[in-house]
């Protein structure tokens, strides 16, 4: 079983920065394709981050390309992302998650994943 929780959410202006940190239960971790999710309000849930299990390869969004950068620490079974020159439209819950089925990240990047964190809020204000 993988437990994992997010933290570091919370409310910056535009132009500001966060930092997201999901902290993962379970001795496999360093096997799994992690990712970071979102989910706006009255919106579905989309792709922002991915990243192999080495930390090696990382796939984002075009959204977010060039802002975020996603990170893992295997020894310390963590999984950040750093946010930059945050957009109001970065708003929504932010949710990690994991594919123990793989190593890659092809297959979480399309929502393919069977663990999530309970999610962690950012709002970006004008």
């Known amino acids: 079983q993988v437990h994992m929780v997010e933290s570091g959410g919370g409310l910056v202006q535009a132009g500001g920065s966060l930092r997201l940190s999901c902290v993962v239960s379970?001795?496999?971790?360093?096997?799994?394709?992690m990712a970071w999710f979102r989910q706006a309000p009255g919106k579905e849930r989309e792709f922002v981050a991915a990243?192999?299990?080495?930390?090696?390869?990382?796939r984002y969004a075009d959204s977010v390309k060039g802002r975020f950068i996603i990170s893992r620490d295997n020894a310390a079974n963590t999984l950040d992302l750093q946010m930059n020159s945050l957009k109001v439209e970065d708003t929504g819950v932010y949710y990690c998650?994991?594919?123990?089925?793989?190593?890659?990240?092809?297959?979480?990047?399309?929502?393919?994943?069977?663990?999530w964190g309970q999610g962690t809020q950012v709002t970006v204000s004008s």
């Open positions: 990243i192999n299990w080495d930390g090696a390869s990382t």
């Open positions: 379970g001795r496999t971790f360093s096997l799994y394709a």
């Open positions: 998650a994991a594919d123990s089925h793989s190593a890659y990240f092809f297959g979480i990047v399309g929502g393919k994943a069977d663990f």
